[in-house]
């Protein structure tokens, strides 16, 4: 199977610049441990060492914080399989080296569609 990689140039959730950092977790879970697992996550030395969030200035700074209460709410999942996304390939939507395809600057109730793929969105 052909894998690729989106890149996301900006990540922005209410004014507030995101990293991506990636942990792997080799355990048994169950929804039902979710808030135990998100607080012991945020607990364990592996991750408080390592995991860096950005400043207002947009520098990776260790998060080093004592988390007191951690609150979960389960993300809604339709698709399962990674091929999915071999569809935006297809389409050209991605390209194959994995950017996302741009195009004219389309404006679409206040917001402006400069990609493939927030055009595939207005839909």
Known sequence: MHMFKMKKYT???RGVKMLIQHYNYDQMFQTYMKDDFMK????????????????SSGVATNFATNVVRVECSPVPCFYTSMSFFDRLQKESIVRENGSIAKCLDEFYEGFTIADELRKVGRK
């Open 40 to 55: 012991e996550f945020f607990e364990d030395s592996n991750v408080t060492d390592t995991l860096n969030i950005l400043n």
């Open 11 to 13: 990540l922005n959730y």
